[in-house]
């Protein structure tokens, strides 16, 4: 028998060691240890045995495990020790020796964490020392708090639609105790009935109790782990007393709540009341008659109701509980002190009549009805506006308008005669809003010109009647001083508030504090002894309003007091637009003011940002300036300029800008100038005097001596010609030579020597056709400037520095040399020199006078066109030759123009087209 | 002197203890009083639920009969008043509120059967899940939870007083019927049991007021 406890035993250890071994894997070395240890002692079997092998300890509490010895006397008790886990040895004080071969312990369990116990034998025999795995044993200690119980229950049984039944109890329920990782809590919610009076405490006692305590039925719910359960019920349990508790289970125990025993009505929540009917008595304007049916019969339960009714729009609700009376239940209530003319949303509930039995049921669907009107029995609230020099009359509808204002009666009274009613009829809105939400209505327009105040007296009217009359002197102008002073006006949690100071000496009959905004006004009144309000009308955010405060003095509007307010201030929408103009080192910005509906706010400051190649620098300026001089900045360089509005909830941005600042600033202009006319002036002296000083070495240089040809005597070998021929005159200035010859210019003496030149033609092929500055007559040294027809385009181009007066294209005939019978045809094309021109072609009027050439001075035209206007000279130059048909000619053709006839002439003209310009035959006498 | 003193303080000491004896007595006196006023509101308390329950059960008894003729066919008139089914006589009888108490338990256990009875013959009858069907059923559980009323209050007033067996035994049931008779009987059972009920609803009522008017009578009774 022993024998197979101790198998028992050995068993049980090992379960609980492989247990250990899923449930803690820390500490696994002293498990596989152990583990290796049961299986050898499981070989060879053990002297020590542990009781309990119940591992579930419960934290908090004090636990007593028992080694005892077996089958061996090798050691005792006294040998015996306890370890938790395999090193910490416990203290010896925690023993209690039971007999020779058991020892006990009982350790305190404070820890969450599971642990072993183990029991081992200390003596230091060869025995034990060679059989140590027979002497020990442990088991595994799993710590767990005890179940958490229940407390405060609290359940409901909701009504079945349109049933008189509750079928389901829902319980919930809160929780106290610990409880650890590795188990939970299960919950069962319990109902029992009837429950009787008398306990089970009453029945020990002596008390006949048969039968006492059979309760006939019992409801459980299923275990669940959360705080809330439910049981169904077939029949609900009507008049019944109900115990209700909750059991509470773990691997510890079980543990009931406190029992919560009510009648089963106390947890009855019914549907809402139904058939809810308003009944309207027309002669009850203040009343309305409510009628509803009760969800469930009296006979199961005997309900009380709450009636709960606004106006429409309002919500705020007010509270009626039906009275009930002693025998029947209250289905209908008259709800009285209303309103008239007014829409009323009405709402019904029940519960159970005893109190702090059942539970509220939900309201009823709203039914909206309305009051009978009545006659309006307050003023209308009547109030103008200022625009445009007429005085606006406007007013909200009385606050007790009792029905919808269909008209209203306005007297004006401008001297003390009263003047005519007139009625105004309106469309009244009939809405349930407050006096101070009340839309406003125009009434009339007057104008007070030419007059100092009226008296207007305004009267609502409905349906039933007219409202007394409220009466308000109109000035043309707020006469007297500012009786309002210390104004101010402040924000908080949404609401704008109106604070100031009452007037020492006028006496205020009361206060009216109008705002407005984009043109919308809205006003309130406040008493006499009022010197702080709230704004009550619906004000926007981000909105300027202009709040003024205006005491009344007996129906008189005096002087106002104003401030302008926001009731929340936000971050400008926009930024100013920026315009610029840059000078050279600074550039004036200016700006427009933001527009008002986008400033939301006061505008603090201005942030003026300017950016150069990504250097960004900025200005702050204050809030009412609107330009600004930006300076030190560098020429010639594009900035980018934007501006930001701030006001104190944030700063909006403008639109970027960009200006490029002067290339020169107007001084660096001016110095300019200045500077290369100095030069310019000082270059001019500076030449004229060298010319001056060194007039005889330019002249040598330039113009060097050449021998007067008309002084040789080589000339004089002839017998033809005289000794001393007249040498062409010439007009040459120092360094500038003028050809007094035109360009036609002919010289007689030379016709009579044509055939004596013909003859000299080779000779001075070179010079024949020179002509201009260089190439003049009167230069000593022959140079080729003048070239053929066929060289003309090269030398067009290569002769850039040389001025090419003009270039002479002689025809065939002409260049040959070769005197020819017929009439010589010479093309003369026209300078394309810029050069100016010579006196002789300035002036043709001096050429004239010893020449023909009057027919050539359509040339001065062709000579100041400039090389830019080619093609205007081209044309010219098409149009010349046109014109040269007619006033051109050949000195030859010319020569025998005078003696032929018209005829003949014609035919020359269309003979030689293109001559244009006459050779330069006689610029030079035979040498 | 010493003993003239000696008798002053005596019987000072006398007049105070009377004087506390009074005190304790006002005391136990007043418990007592608050007691049997607590006693007094939970009889009240019962006896009112009672009687709530009795006349709902009344009440659901006479939709059931609508319901049970409706769905039985065409009875003639006063069928439901027939004799010879051994339905149990709706009155109640006894003097004393114990002997009355007992006599309405008694009642209702003797219905029971008989509900139960019309409740298998009309299983037959009817299709199931027939709303016949589920208003017998309904009337079958509140029989049961008024006897139990009934117990409880009886044992709470009565404590040292066993509930009677009934007098007859074990409630006599009808012989096999034919479906007709079947019909008659659960008319019958339920027109006797309505007006059983109504008769219980009067004697609860009578109850209330005798039992809860002043201190329950079972003080009284515990000496018996």
Redesign the interface.
């Known amino acids: 028998m022993s024998s197979m406890l101790l198998q028992l035993f050995r068993l049980s250890f090992i379960a609980s060691v492989l247990h250990a071994e899923h449930e803690k894997t820390s500490d696994l070395s002293v498990v596989q240890q152990t583990v290796m240890d049961t299986f050898h002692m499981e070989e060879y079997g053990s002297y020590l045995v542990i009781a309990p092998q119940s591992s579930v300890v419960e934290i908090g509490t004090n636990f007593t495990a028992t080694c005892v010895i077996t089958n061996t006397d090798e050691v005792t008790a006294d040998d015996l020790y306890w370890n938790r886990s395999l090193s910490s040895v416990v203290p010896k004080e925690y023993y209690t020796k039971i007999n020779v071969s058991a020892l006990a312990v009982t350790i305190p369990i404070t820890s969450r964490e599971s642990e072993w116990l183990f029991c081992l034998a200390n003596k230091k025999s060869a025995f034990v020392l060679l059989n140590k795995s027979k002497f020990m044993n442990g088991i595994w200690l799993k710590k767990r708090y005890p179940p958490k119980r229940a407390t405060n229950i609290s359940c409901v049984a909701e009504q079945k639609e349109n049933e008189p039944s509750f079928p389901v109890l829902s319980c919930t329920w809160e929780t106290v105790g610990h409880q650890t990782k590795d188990e939970q809590t299960t919950y069962t919610l319990m109902v029992e ?2 429950f ?3 306990n089970r405490a ?1 029945c020990i006692t002596g ?6 305590i ?4 019992t409801y459980t719910s299923s275990p669940t782990p959360h705080n809330k359960a439910s049981v169904s019920f ?2 609900f ?5 109900l115990d209700i508790w909750v059991v509470s289970q773990s691997s510890l125990g079980k543990i009931e709540s406190e029992h919560l025993r009510q ?1 089963a009505h106390y947890f009855v929540k019914t549907s809402a009341p139904s058939n809810v009917k308003v009944i309207v008595e027309q002669s009850f304007p203040t009343s309305l008659l409510v009628k509803w049916q009760h969800p469930i ?1 009296q ?2 339960i005997k309900l009380t109701s709450q009636i709960r009714f606004c106006q429409d729009g309002s919500l705020d609700w007010r509270y009626v509980d039906v009275p009930n009376a002693d025998t029947s239940v209250q289905t209908s209530f008259r709800l009285q002190d209303l309103q008239p003319g007014k829409d009323y949303v009405i709402q019904v509930r029940c519960k159970n009549v005893r109190r702090n039995r059942g539970y509220w049921s939900d309201w009823s669907d709203s039914v909206t009805e309305k009051t009978p009107e009545d006659r309006p029995t307050s003023k209308p609230d009547l109030w103008w506006k200022s625009e445009n020099g007429e005085a606006q009359l406007i007013c909200k509808e009385p606050k007790f308008s009792n029905g919808r204002i269909t008209a209203y009666s306005i007297k004006l009274r401008y001297t003390k005669k009263e003047g005519e009613q007139e009625i105004i009829p309106v469309n009244g809105s009939g809405t349930q809003q407050s006096v101070d939400q009340k839309p406003v209505t125009l009434l009339k327009r007057i104008s007070l010109a030419d007059k100092p105040s009226v008296r207007v007296c305004v009267a609502a009217i409905n349906s039933v009647g007219t409202s007394p009359e409220a009466c308000l002197h109109i000035p043309a102008k707020p006469s007297g001083t500012q009786t309002v002073e210390g104004m101010n006006v402040s924000t908080l949690d949404g609401q704008m508030f109106v604070e100031w100071k009452q007037p020492n000496s006028a006496a205020v009959t009361e206060y009216v504090i109008e705002w407005m905004s984009n043109g919308k006004i809205d006003w309130q009144r406040e008493r006499n002894s009022t010197n702080k309000t709230a704004i009550k009308g619906k004000l926007q955010p981000y909105v300027c309003y202009n709040v003024s405060v205006y005491p009344i003095q007996s129906g008189f509007i005096r002087k106002p007091a104003r401030l302008e307010a926001y009731l929340k201030q936000g971050a400008p929408s926009e930024g100013p637009s920026t315009q610029s103009n840059p000078a050279y080192y600074s550039a004036e910005l200016w700006w427009n003011p933001i527009p008002l509906d986008k400033r939301r706010g006061f505008i603090t400051n201005y942030t003026i940002f300017y950016q150069k190649d990504h250097q960004l620098k900025n200005i702050t300026v204050p809030g009412n300036i609107t330009s600004y001089d930006l300076t030190n900045l560098s020429g010639n360089t594009k900035y980018d300029v934007w501006i930001t509005a701030s006001t104190i909830a944030g700063s909006g941005k403008g639109i970027s800008h960009s200006f490029t600042t002067l290339k020169y600033a107007p001084e660096m202009v001016a110095g300019v100038v200045v500077g290369v006319s100095l030069g310019f002036l000082f270059f001019v002296l500076m030449t004229t005097l060298l010319c001056f000083y060194k007039k005889e070495v330019i002249k040598k240089n330039l113009w060097p001596q050449i021998p007067n040809p008309g002084e040789s005597t080589i000339g004089n070998w002839s017998p033809d010609y005289p000794s001393k021929v007249e040498t062409p005159k010439e007009n040459c200035v120092t360094g500038v030579c003028v050809l007094n010859v035109g360009v036609c210019e002919v010289t007689p003496g030379f016709e009579e020597d044509k055939t004596s030149l013909s003859l000299k033609k080779d000779k001075y092929l070179s010079e024949e056709h020179s002509s201009g500055i260089f190439g003049s007559s009167c230069m000593s040294s022959p140079r080729q400037s003048v070239s053929d027809s066929d060289e003309g385009p090269d030398l067009a181009d290569s002769t850039a520095s040389t001025v090419q007066y003009s270039s002479v294209v002689a025809s065939s005939g002409y260049k040959g040399q070769n005197p020819a019978p017929q009439p010589q045809h010479s093309i003369f094309s026209r300078s394309e020199s810029t050069q100016p021109l010579l006196d002789s072609e300035e002036h043709p009027d001096i050429v004239q006078e010893g020449s023909r050439q009057v027919q050539c001075s359509p040339r001065e035209s062709l000579f100041t066109h400039g090389a830019e206007n080619q093609n205007t000279i081209e044309s010219d130059n098409c149009r010349l030759l046109g014109m040269e048909q007619h006033d051109f000619c050949p000195l030859k053709e010319e020569a025998e123009q005078t003696t032929e006839s018209d005829s003949q002439s014609a035919d020359a003209e269309s003979a030689s087209p293109l001559s244009s310009y006459m050779p330069q035959l006689g610029g030079y006498r035979p040498q | 002197m010493n003993g003239h003193v000696k008798s002053m303080n005596f019987q000072q000491r006398a007049e105070t203890a009377a004087t506390l004896l009074c005190f304790l007595l006002l005391l136990a006196v007043d418990s007592t009083k608050t007691v049997a006023a607590a006693r007094n509101r ?1 009889c009240s308390s ?1 006896l009112e ?2 009687l ?2 009795t ?2 059960i009344h ?1 659901q008894t006479g939709v059931l009969i609508k319901t049970y003729k409706a769905f039985q066919g065409e009875m003639g008139p006063g069928v439901c008043k027939a004799t010879g089914f051994d339905v149990p006589d709706p009155n109640i009888s006894g003097l004393e509120p114990s002997e009355r108490m007992a006599s309405m338990y008694t009642h209702l256990q003797a219905f029971s059967s008989h509900l139960k009875r019309v409740q298998e013959q009309q299983t037959d009858l009817q299709l199931p899940g027939s709303i016949v069907l589920r208003k017998i ?2 009337s079958r ?2 029989n ?2 008024l ?3 009934i ?2 209050l009886y ?2 007033f009565f ?5 009677p067996e009934p007098a007859g035994g074990p409630t006599t049931l009808p012989p096999p019927q034919t479906v007709f008779q079947q019909k008659i009987y659960g008319c019958v059972v339920l027109t006797t049991y309505k007006v059983f009920l109504a008769n219980m609803s009067k004697n609860v009522k009578t109850l209330k007021s005798k039992m809860c008017r002043k201190a329950p009578k079972s003080t009284s009774n515990s000496g018996r």
């Open positions: 009935f009837p009787p009076r008398l009453d008390v006949f109790c048969k039968g006492i059979n309760r006939t039925e077939g029949s349990p009507h008049h019944m007393n009648d019969d006979v199961y | 939970e019962d639920r009672t709530r329950l006349k709902l009440r059923n309904e559980v509140q049961k939870r006897s139990s009323s117990n409880s044992h709470t404590p040292n007083l066993p509930l």
